[in-house]
């Protein structure tokens, strides 16, 4: 059974490596790399007449991208409100720069919703270097602020941060950096922190700065920056909850603030995303018994607080599920909770629910009493039904990959009803450098043997001679359209269990994006030549199945290549046989590049290939009446 990955158990997600199976750090941010910074742009600002600066207290914990700041100070009061906030980037309203990612995915146990995450990638979510290794890297800067005027007591600037985090630890040489900007424009180093205890998870941890006399004038910034490994998603530090503000002293590091902690689980049992079609007759089954959102209290006292929830079909508004009664709890000091709420079935009177896709928006509230922070209490989650089923969350935070040349790759798949598997979405992680020059086959199989006892196997399909892809369509995956030899669409009927990868035509590592924050490595299956092994490895690779209609935005045609003509065993290390050919018909053996290799007439006895290199080789088989198929077989390297 699928689970969302509950924070506490994550000793478990230590950088999962077996003999075979390797999970690598990412060289660029998926969801980054196709976006433009200068888009985030939109919101307004009401600073007053005189001023151009924002007022005290500045604070932003990047829960909310719309947040709005009102301040009742007579000297400058200020609101703000962004009205086209990004997804992504940091509020425009409070930060001058877009180089940080904001998101959930990357934080163990933040203080509230939501991080800054400073790394080695550029705003475009690429290296920012190819050239030099270490070196400054992302900068998150603050919009000037008011810090003139009769202040009324010391001034300090607070922050929580985690090296780390579910992304790349940071090695001892790199640093995470808080600068002051002078009046004369230059900036000043006022605290750094390293990382000293290398790739363990590690709490978040609150630093206190003071802001001294000095930078107590009009148009004052603070940002920070990281000196890491610049040469791809490398050396994470999370950011959260940076408050500035006036009348604050060393010890005033306590917020009395209870917050949602990161996105609740799904209430589909299995997936994060299934079609519409799959689950709409089969809501029991499918449906989780519950669903569970943490929350945690950053006080250092008891705080009764109550949570409630409700449902809504997206585009249209229409309730699907009451605003339920509101359930309280006496929050202990400096602890995590998880809400559990009722799963709940869509009615048949939701709009759209005889079509072929629904949304569903579920709306989460807390209520903690004497809250101070009321902005990251409320979540909406959309709950796509769409036409392809999904493990993963669409996030990334690091690259799975296989060990040698023959290995296969196995996602398991459960269609509730008979369907057509039309397209296969794949989010190759951008690690090493791309790796579009490597060969693989796509592969669907209706039965292999999940037991371990042997490496049987039923195929349905298999596309040869692909390539990875690292293009942007359908949220970061490439689209691998099923097609027979002549570019036809070519779709397979599946129908229970089937499953959805690779067999692997090379050595090197094909590496698949990797999502850490969702469990799925029961439904994982691999071989590197022998039997069938589950993957050890909790986590969930990003390959998503398309069934039933056509909504992908990229329709690629690839050379598939079908044939009656089977090589078996495939893959061999030193003799191959073929069914589906007579005695004396012809066969042509030609590499990865088209170079005939081997040729001869087939007699019945095996064909040597104890020469050939290790590697993915094409085979026509030329029948004696002239027609010809082509089919292939990897070479696998015979050890010595």
Not at 123 to 143: E, F, K, M
Request: with cysteine; hydrophobic share 35%; glycine share 8%.
């Amino acid at each position: 059974m699928r689970k969302f990955v509950l924070v506490g158990f994550f000793a478990i997600m230590a950088a999962g490596v077996s003999a075979q199976e390797v999970l690598r750090p990412l060289s660029y941010n998926p969801v980054l790399r196709n976006l433009n910074p200068a888009e985030n742009t939109g919101g307004t600002r009401d600073i007053g007449t005189s001023r151009d600066t924002l007022c005290l207290p500045f604070f932003d914990d990047f829960s909310n991208l719309s947040r709005f700041l009102d301040s009742t100070s007579i000297l400058c009061g200020d609101t703000v409100f962004n009205s086209q906030p990004s997804a992504v980037y940091p509020s425009n309203l409070f930060w001058t720069d877009s180089l940080a990612f904001v998101n959930n995915t990357y934080p163990i146990l933040p203080p509230s919703y939501g991080v800054a995450t400073l790394d080695g990638l550029r705003a475009n979510g690429r290296p920012h270097s190819d050239l030099i290794v270490n070196g400054p890297a992302d900068t998150l800067t603050s919009r000037p602020v008011f810090l003139g005027g009769s202040l009324t007591d010391s001034v300090y600037l607070s922050f929580s941060y985690q090296p780390g985090g579910f992304g790349d630890f940071p090695e001892l040489n790199d640093s995470l950096i808080l600068e002051y900007k002078m009046p004369d424009n230059s900036w000043q180093r006022v605290w750094f922190t390293r990382n000293t205890e290398g790739d363990v998870n590690q709490p978040f941890r609150t630093a206190m700065v003071p802001v001294a006399d000095e930078f107590q004038y009009d148009g004052f910034q603070f940002r920070f920056r990281n000196w890491a490994n610049v040469q791809g998603n490398n050396d994470h530090w999370n950011i959260d909850y940076v408050y500035l503000a006036d009348d604050r002293s060393y010890t005033d590091t306590l917020f009395r603030d209870v917050s949602f902690v990161g996105p609740p689980t799904s209430i589909l049992r299995h997936y994060r995303q299934m079609p519409w079609n799959q689950f709409r007759n089969h809501q029991a089954e499918e449906l989780d018994d519950n669903h569970l959102a943490q929350i945690i209290n950053n006080f250092n006292t008891v705080i009764n607080t109550s949570y409630q929830y409700r449902a809504f079909e997206t585009w249209t508004g229409t309730e699907i599920e009451p605003l339920s009664a509101p359930i309280s709890i006496n929050f202990d000091p400096f602890s995590t909770a998880f809400n559990s709420y009722n799963t709940f079935e869509i009615p048949s009177s939701t709009p759209g629910y005889d079509g072929d896709s629904l949304s569903v928006t579920i709306e989460y509230m807390l209520d903690p009493a004497g809250d101070i922070e009321r902005l990251n209490d409320t979540l909406r989650i959309q709950q796509d039904f769409y036409n392809y089923f999904a493990y993963d969350d669409g996030s990334a935070e690091k690259a799975y990959a296989l060990n040698g040349t023959g290995s296969k790759l196995a996602v398991r798949f459960h269609a509730n009803e008979p369907d057509t598997l039309k397209e296969i979405y794949i989010h190759w992680a951008y690690v090493d450098g791309p790796k579009s020059n490597l060969f693989f086959s796509l592969m669907v199989w209706d039965v292999i043997d999940t037991t371990g006892a042997s490496a049987d196997e039923s195929i349905l399909y298999q596309a040869d001679f692909l390539t990875p892809k690292y293009v942007d369509s359908v949220n970061g995956f490439y689209v691998y359209q099923l097609t027979d030899y002549l570019g036809n669409p070519t779709p397979v009927v599946v129908n229970g269990y089937f499953y959805v990868g690779w067999l692997q035509t090379q050595s090197d590592f094909l590496n698949v994006g990797f999502d850490v924050n969702n469990v799925a490595n029961n439904d994982v299956f691999y071989t590197t030549g022998g039997n069938w092994t589950r993957s050890d490895i909790p986590g969930a690779i990003m390959i998503r199945p398309q069934v039933g209609g056509n909504y992908s935005v990229v329709d690629d045609v690839h050379d598939v290549q079908t044939t009656s003509v089977i090589v078996f065993p495939n893959p061999a290390t030193a003799q191959i046989s073929m069914s589906g050919m007579t005695e004396g018909d012809r066969y042509e053996i030609f590499s990865s590049t088209g170079v005939l290799v081997d040729a001869g007439i087939w007699t019945g006895d095996p064909v040597e290939i104890t020469d050939l290199a290790s590697g993915m080789y094409l085979l026509r088989a030329i029948h004696r009446d002239g027609d010809s198929v082509t089919t292939s077989f990897i070479k696998q390297h015979t050890w010595k």
